[in-house]
């Protein structure tokens, strides 16, 4: 994803289809129903715009089937998250926004900017590894740091975890747990799992105790520290 091999821009509902396929499906395929969902569009828009996706070569698609992206999608998608992410960083660390704010406006601000101006900026936050939410950037020739976190609904009652990543699809989520202080980087033993309810009740390196419902455990990403090396 070099930026010399940049193309004109994008418009911001082809760069937002493309981003969602990415984040919906990764390599494999998204449906018309979550695209439609995750956009908040009707499935009849979504199909008519797959069409044009093809059409462009950054997916393939197939009715009733769903949508992949092509080689040149997924290079597109890795340098509008690249953006993204720089983005949301800078916004935290130097406009004084909170991590709860970053997204909706890296969201807006993501089409409004160039390859050149994502680059310098990089370079002015010291070419970060990762973004406020603990979601790994890529670089600028594309590549995406492996992600081997597990959600905290995963994990078994005794074990030692580090918060590795949280998901910023909702404020409301990262309203709570910033509150509370389980961001990434954050050490946390688990206490209890119910499989009941999916209720989880960790406790923090400070000895503060968290009764997690499963919305929040789903939306909680974690590493062993074994793993960290």
């Keep these: 994803m070099s930026q010399s091999a940049s193309t004109a821009p994008l418009s911001v509902s082809t760069g937002d289809y493309i981003k969602a396929i990415w984040r919906i499906a990764g390599e494999s395929t998204a449906s018309t129903k979550d695209i439609s969902v ?64 970053v997204h909706d406006e890296a969201d807006r601000l993501e089409h409004a900017v160039s390859d050149e101006f994502t680059e310098r900026l990089a370079e002015f936050l010291g070419h970060p590894d990762h973004d406020p939410h603990g979601d790994p950037i890529p670089t600028s020739e594309g590549v995406l740091e492996p992600d081997d976190s597990m959600q905290l609904a995963e994990v078994g009652e005794g ?45 923090d390196e400070d000895g503060v105790t968290h009764h997690l419902g499963g919305p929040l455990v789903r939306s909680v990403f974690i590493r062993s520290p074994r793993s960290e090396g």
Aim: aromatic share 8%; glycine share 10%; proline share 2%.
């Design 38 to 101: 995750c956009l908040s569009v009707a499935p009849a828009s979504v199909t008519n715009m797959l069409g044009r996706l093809q059409e462009m070569g950054f997916v393939s698609y197939e009715r009733y089937h769903g949508a992949s992206l092509t080689e040149r999608g997924k290079g597109e998608a890795l340098r509008l998250v690249r953006r993204h992410r720089l983005i949301e960083t800078f916004l935290l660390e130097h406009l004084g926004y909170t991590w709860q704010e």
């Design 159 to 203: 074990e030692s975890v580090r918060i590795f990543k949280v998901s910023d699809n909702s404020n409301r989520v990262l309203d709570y747990l910033g509150e509370r202080g389980l961001v990434p980087g954050r050490l946390l033993t688990v206490e209890e799992r119910r499989e009941i309810d999916g209720m989880v009740v960790v406790r």
